[in-house]
T-cell receptor
């Protein structure tokens, strides 16, 4: 069990550019979650997958955001036409349905939009 | 909808002193409650969870929390603070069986 991994750990981009983040969950976990955390705040739910199906998207996830989880394994989160307000830590978590709902988090990707 | 309130954005204790971090929740159904710890520039690590079994829950690193339904509280305690406990602590409630709703966090400072 190598834990949840995220890539890259840091990303600096200019406003208007597109960025993509990757998350690799714990291998046997069938649920995968994305959260966003801004400075001084707790994480906020963005979206989650059960296997390859995206089952809920938060209202925080504007049309510029898209997430995928092909084949129910790794997931990607893409932000198009980035804005300065997108600067945040993007956290990925995974869990196995039925095991007490505990979610295991990755180290996060810190995005800075200049 | 569920919500979480953490009283005190910063708590400062001396090394060896009692740690008490407060969390109150709002939930229309029996809640699942969690405490996570976050060190600088890292993800969140699960400390402990309450899932309707024993009301006193023991976690890692000597932390424990007590679920009090009458007070809608789930406060985190540790008898003796260590310098390595300095971090940000988040209380969370599970909405449905998937989404975690987090409080705004409490930063614990440990004075030598």
């Amino acid at each position: 069990d190598t834990g949840v991994s995220q890539d890259p750990r840091h990303k600096i981009t200019k406003r208007g550019q597109n960025v993509t983040f990757r998350c690799d969950p714990i291998s046997e976990h069938n649920r995968l979650y994305w959260y966003r955390q801004t400075l001084g705040q707790g994480p906020e739910f963005l979206t989650y997958f059960q296997n390859e199906a995206q089952l809920e998207k938060s209202r925080l996830l504007s049309d510029r955001f898209s997430a995928e989880r092909p084949k129910g394994s790794f997931s990607t989160l893409e932000i198009q036409r980035t804005e300065q307000g997108d600067s945040a830590m993007y956290l990925c978590a995974s869990s196995y349905e039925g095991r007490g709902y505990e979610q295991y988090f990755g180290p996060g990707t810190r995005l800075t939009v200049t | 909808a569920q919500s979480v309130t953490q009283l005190g954005s910063h708590v400062s204790v001396s090394e060896g002193a009692l740690v008490l971090l407060r969390c109150n929740y709002s939930s229309s159904v029996p809640p699942y409650l969690f405490w996570y710890v976050q060190y600088p520039n890292q993800g969140l690590q699960l400390l402990l969870k309450y899932t309707s079994a024993a009301t006193l829950v023991k976690g890692i690193n000597g932390f424990e929390a007590e679920f009090k339904k009458s007070e809608t509280s789930f406060h985190l305690t540790k008898p003796s603070a260590h310098m390595s406990d300095a971090a940000e602590y988040f209380c969370a409630v599970s909405e449905g069986s998937y989404k975690l709703i987090f409080g705004s966090g409490t930063r614990l400072l440990v004075r030598p």
